[in-house]
């Protein structure tokens, strides 16, 4: 998972050096990155599906410069077809203030805070280095629980590579 505004078109040397290199696996991001990792584990490769994920994290080192040959070598060591690259967009919070009334001369309000999120998902095919399907999601949720945005994600982008036949589940 990487942020950045910029639009993924080709997995090359330019692409990665500006966009991916330093960002995939960056010690900031990397509770959000792990978390997200196992979401998407735990909804894309189920045991009823016939995907294999493997994380970012179990090839790379966190914050360790990988140059992009490395990058490409690590990756088709693992033996998969494809990188699911996940890019955060845009984040914003949700202020919801609910007003509650208790007889007729005292109230309270409550403010809610929620984040939401836009995030742009490539499957980025091995051999041509270019994108053989791309998704975009909107997702809102709440900070912990089952609700969060990565689970919301995670499920947004099995439906999609399911509906798009990138993923056949026995379900």
């Known amino acids: 998972m990487v942020n950045t505004t910029a639009e993924i078109s080709q997995l090359d ?16 991001n990397h509770r959000h990155r792990r978390q997200m990792e196992r979401t998407l584990a735990r909804n894309i490769a189920p045991p009823a599906t ?9 090839v790379f080192e966190i914050n360790t410069d990988v140059s992009y040959s490395e990058f490409l070598q690590k990756i088709r060591a693992t033996g998969v077809d494809g990188i699911l690259l996940v890019k ?16 007729e001369y005292v109230s309270t ?9 836009t995030y742009h998902t ?4 091995l051999g041509s280095l270019e994108p053989v399907w791309y998704a975009n999601s909107t997702v809102s ?5 089952f609700d969060t ?5 995670a499920r947004s982008i099995f439906r ?11 379900y």
Do not use: C, M
Request: charged share 25%; hydrophobic share 30%.
């Open 149 to 153: 945005l990565n689970n919301h994600l």
């Open 141 to 145: 949720g709440i900070f912990a629980g």
């Open 160 to 170: 999609k590579l399911r509906k798009d036949k990138y993923i056949f589940a026995d």
């Open 13 to 28: 040397s330019l692409t990665y050096e500006q966009h991916i290199r330093g960002k995939f696996n960056n010690l900031e």
């Open 88 to 103: 955060q967009s845009a984040y914003w919070l949700t202020t919801n203030s609910y007003t509650s009334v208790h007889d």
């Open 50 to 58: 016939q995907a294999r994920l493997v994380k970012s994290s179990d």
């Open 122 to 125: 490539y499957l980025i095919d």
């Open 109 to 117: 309000t409550t403010a809610d805070t929620e984040p939401n999120a």
